[in-house]
């Protein structure tokens, strides 16, 4: 019995929710008819406990020649496990000796002509030295400042 039907039937032997009220307070409900009321769930249980291997096996193999193909059959190009495997290590082996562009020795050239050109746009780069905010002198901050103006 395919795994997947045994887990439906056993989540919806289980799921034991509110009922749904409307506005006006009143529950809803709806009439149904699940087939697992039928015994079904039971009956699933006996055959799994009870079946023998060959009975099983049987079963097995009259069911899933009418199971459909995997959507995965539906690439037109596929390959061979073994072969999109030796690809997948081939490609990778040459991934990892690709240089990268431009090189790093460039990119460091690159990166100071650049530095170069911005200090002739702003003039040489100087340290930053903090000064107090009230009187603009260096040496201390806003909050200790002895300066009054
Ligand atoms: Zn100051």
């Not at 506005?23 to 009870?50: A, H, Q, S």
């Not at 060959?54 to 690439?75: D, G, H, I, T, W």
């Amino acid at each position: 019995m395919p795994r997947h039907i045994l887990a439906s039937l056993h989540f919806n032997e289980n799921v034991h929710r509110d009922t749904q009220l409307s506005k006006e307070g009143e529950k809803y409900f709806k009439v149904t008819y699940p087939k697992f009321k039928l015994g079904y769930v039971k009956d699933i249980k006996k055959l799994l406990f009870t079946l023998s291997k060959a009975e099983m096996l049987e079963v097995f193999n009259r069911y899933s020649s009418k199971a459909p193909a995997p959507l995965s059959a539906q690439f037109e190009d596929r390959v061979d496990k073994q072969s999109a495997v030796k690809a997948y290590e081939e490609n990778r082996k040459k991934r990892s000796t690709v240089l990268l562009f431009p090189t790093s020795a460039e990119q460091d050239t690159l990166q100071q002509r650049s530095s170069v050109a911005a200090e002739a746009v702003t003039g040489p780069r100087t340290a930053t030295v903090r000064k107090c905010s009230k009187c603009k002198r260096p040496g201390h901050n806003r909050r200790n400042c002895t300066v009054s103006l």
